[in-house]
């Protein structure tokens, strides 16, 4: 019943410094989505992915990194975190139809930056 | 470009009232999909149903229902006689392709609070 598993759940990070959230899905799902939630915005699209190897750009993806090394893994990476930063990371996966696809989301990683 | 709006930013009820959660969108896509997700305190996102946009047939699912209509790009979630374990954020969203591949675009969310 693992589903989709994000780690951490929680970091504190100082301004500068670097990181990188793991999600993994055991799903067999093709798309996978990294969110940030932020109060009173809902949730944006920051990258995706729509294979292993491939990723893309979302609405706001300035300041991260990707990566999709593995189909059951995708990698979120900050080089040089910025307080803006600090915000709700969810990862979600779905099965490879478009448009109609269910996403599936992890449990969310709660991001400080200092 | 696509956009769902969710106005009520919160809402307030006592339980056993019914309360309707509203939800526009805006598409200029003839073929798209519309999704509720609830977000409970505990923060996972769970799914709660799809909607494509040649189903205008209304849904109810136990205490659950939704009214959509094309006619004025609303999708519409109605909870009967609710409870405190609604309490809750609730995101509508959409799906549309977008070069080859489908994106969600969420609405802001609106937060249910039921109170005894």
């Known amino acids: 019943n693992a589903g989709v598993t994000q780690t951490p759940k929680f970091r504190v990070l100082k301004t500068g410094q670097s990181m990188t959230l793991l999600c993994a899905q055991d799903m067999n799902h093709e798309y996978m989505y990294w969110y940030r939630q932020d109060p009173g915005m809902g949730l944006r699209l920051i990258h995706y992915?729509?294979?292993?190897?491939?990723?893309a750009k979302g609405e706001v993806p300035d300041g991260y990194n990707v990566s999709r090394l593995k189909k059951q893994n995708f990698l979120l990476g900050l080089e040089s975190a910025a307080p803006s930063q600090t915000s709700v990371y969810f990862c979600?996966?779905?099965?490879?139809?478009?448009?109609?696809?269910?996403?599936?989301f992890g449990a969310g990683t709660r991001l400080s930056v200092l | 470009a696509q956009k769902v709006t969710q106005a009520q930013t919160e809402i307030s009820v006592v339980e056993k009232e019914d309360v309707t959660l509203d939800c526009v969108y805006e598409?200029?896509?003839?073929?798209?999909?519309l999704f509720w997700y609830k977000q409970p305190p505990s923060g996972e996102l769970v799914f709660l149903i799809r909607?494509?946009?040649?189903?205008?047939q209304n849904e109810i699912s136990g205490r659950y229902s939704w009214n959509f209509q094309k006619s004025t790009s609303s999708f519409n979630f109605t909870i009967t006689a609710s409870q405190v374990v609604d309490s809750a954020v609730y995101f509508c969203a959409l799906s549309l392709l977008n070069s080859g591949y489908s994106t969600l675009t969420f609405g802001k969310g609106t937060m249910l609070l039921v109170s005894p």
């Open positions: 992915s729509v294979g292993e190897g491939t990723t």
């Open positions: 909607r494509n946009s040649f189903d205008e």
């Open positions: 979600a996966s779905s099965y490879s139809d478009v448009a109609k696809n269910i996403q599936y």
């Open positions: 598409t200029r896509d003839t073929t798209y999909y």
